[in-house]
């Protein structure tokens, strides 16, 4: 990196933390800290809403996934706008009737206070690793590819976000999220653009997506019903709605947005808002990425992204074997340049697009072997690649100055996602653990500081898990899964509490905790693909609570009933 990159990046996240401060200092009271005084209008709900859920992970992994998988990926978000429907539908007009500043405070007025403790508790193991992961993703990363401390980084990343998060609780995060917002959409537009530019002047956009279909990039639709297959339509619009309902219906990290709507019809049109953006959205992230892979046709590229790898294979005994994988990939490179360069100029398109296949099939395979052999010289490495391809593309093609953006845009997305993590975590612990269980009458004042206390406590812990966590496969992969193991088992407590109204609070507890273990059991064993868990989870907790609500019976206080 440069001086020019040092300079946009620090100035970048500077700013950002610094206007979060300014402008939201002086919270008066819990209103104005946790539900931002209810002021925030539907664009500022809609830009927060996709801030929180789009982390550094999706603009690190995502480009990663579609240049090793192509655009199939885009299917997890097929039940996006289902969702969103049904929760402008059903949540919002609920939560703003009731007046709750948790999603939980519900579940004690439908069901009693041990269902509404538990459901928050839920939540807060499943987003306090999330907000760790959120900080150690591009923590990892950044550490790997600049030789930055890693635990540094991990330190610097909470410290910022925890700065103004404390300082200015929802509205801070609100106000800082459009701005983040708004540097992601120009870096990553900025590097589209570089990417085709970067192209022979022969090869147009067309060509280039021509050239990545060939190769099985731009498969978009699977409609197959194989359950060994993560990312099909169907999983998308069955399990990614359910994941979604969950995530945006019943986390707090996302309730806590809209609830800051300054009417029921701001946060229903941030949420539609939210739902046509996301989809074409992830299109485009995953485009990026697909044409980073075009690139690479022209380009040559590293056997193995991470440079870590490199070092551990080339300091080990399998050092020559790599050498001779990184000669073959040479080799493979060449050839290509050569069946590229007749592509479109010969009539046999066919004959050129199965000798393009063969030589990409050949560079997997390759890739493949190189993976081994990293494994062998060093098992505790993680040999999946996919979270360094762009970062690697960003490092070394990408002009002075852009650099530094591009490093300002993955810390941008991990900091907004981390500040509504870190923001609703204190929320819930302060509202639905702390005052619900304190006996003594307190002031205003003694909540509103309290959660300050919390913010900063669940601060410290993202650090720590973050400090201490280890890479997963696809880091994306890692947070949905995380998500999915207890979201399906919490919408379920949701739906028991909005539409089964014979089913009470005994049912309900008893059947959520026997679903969480049979959740986490599916996904230890691998029964089924994450994405279904949340399908999984959400009917089997419906099923347990309906079918043993006559054995044990239950008093409910309900203002539903």
Not at 16 to 33: E, L
């Amino acid at each position: 990196m440069q001086t020019i990159d040092w300079i946009v990046l620090t100035f970048t996240l500077l700013f950002i933390v610094t206007y979060g401060v300014w402008k939201t200092r002086g919270s008066k009271n819990v209103q104005d800290y946790i539900k931002g005084g209810s002021e925030a209008k539907w664009w500022t709900i809609g830009l927060s809403v996709m801030a929180t859920q789009a982390s550094a992970i999706t603009f690190l992994s995502t480009p990663g996934q579609a240049f090793h998988s192509g655009m199939g990926f885009v299917q997890f978000y097929f039940g996006l706008p289902i969702a969103m429907v049904i929760i402008c539908m059903v949540f919002i007009p609920l939560y703003h009737k009731l007046k709750v500043y948790t999603a939980y405070e519900y579940l004690e007025s439908r069901f009693d206070l041990k269902t509404r403790t538990l459901t928050a508790i839920l939540f807060l193991i499943q987003r306090g690793l999330g907000a760790g992961i959120t900080i150690f993703a591009p923590a990892i990363i950044l550490s790997a590819v600049l030789g930055w401390d890693l635990t540094t980084l991990n330190i610097l990343i909470g410290i910022l976000v925890i700065v103004y998060t404390v300082s200015g609780g929802t509205k801070a995060v609100n106000i800082t999220q459009k701005h983040q917002m708004a540097i992601i959409f120009t870096g990553m537009f900025i590097a589209f653009f570089l990417i085709i530019s970067y192209l022979p002047e022969n090869i147009t956009f067309s060509n280039a997506l021509e050239i990545a279909g060939a190769n099985g990039k731009m498969e978009i639709l699977d409609f197959s019903f194989d359950l060994t297959n993560r990312y099909t339509f169907w999983t998308g619009i069955l399990g990614g709605t359910f994941l979604m309902l969950s995530y945006f219906g019943t986390d707090q990290s996302q309730v806590q947005r809209y609830l800051s709507g300054k009417s029921i019809k701001e946060s229903q049109l941030g949420l539609i808002f939210n739902g046509l953006l996301k989809v074409p959205m992830q299109f485009f992230i995953l485009l990026v990425g697909v044409m980073v892979f075009v690139f690479y046709q022209f380009n040559p590229s590293p056997l193995h992204f991470n440079p870590n790898s490199k070092i551990a294979i080339e300091n080990s005994e399998y050092a020559s074997e790599y050498s001779n994988l990184e000669k073959d990939q040479s080799d493979i490179y060449r050839h290509k340049q050569e069946a590229i360069s007749t592509y479109f100029n010969t009539e046999d398109e066919s004959k050129n697009k199965s000798v393009l296949q063969k030589l990409n099939i050949a560079d997997k395979k390759n890739r493949e072997a190189a993976k081994v052999l990293i494994k062998k010289a060093n098992p505790d490495i993680e040999t999946n690649d996919k979270d360094y391809v762009f970062i690697h593309f960003i490092l070394n093609n990408l002009p002075r100055g852009l650099i530094g953006l591009l490093l300002a845009v993955i810390l941008s997305a991990a900091m907004s996602s981390t500040a509504s993590e870190l923001n609703a975590l204190a929320s819930t612990t302060a509202i639905d653990l702390y005052k619900r269980n304190v006996k003594e009458e307190k002031t205003e004042k003694h909540f509103l500081v309290a959660s300050k206390l919390f913010t900063l406590l669940w601060g410290l812990i993202a650090i720590f898990v973050a400090c201490f966590a280890n890479l997963f496969d696809n880091l994306i992969q890692l947070v949905n899964i995380i998500g999915s193991i207890f979201y399906g088992n919490v919408l379920g407590i949701f739906l028991l509490a909005f539409f089964i109204k014979f089913v009470h609070s005994n049912a309900t507890f008893i059947a959520a905790l026997i679903t969480q273990v049979i959740v986490v059991l599916g996904w230890y064993f691998d029964w089924m693909p994450y994405l279904w868990l949340n399908l999984f989870g959400c009917v089997l907790v419906m099923v347990i609570a309906m079918s043993i609500q006559p054995i044990v019976g239950s008093r409910t206080n309900s203002l539903s009933d």
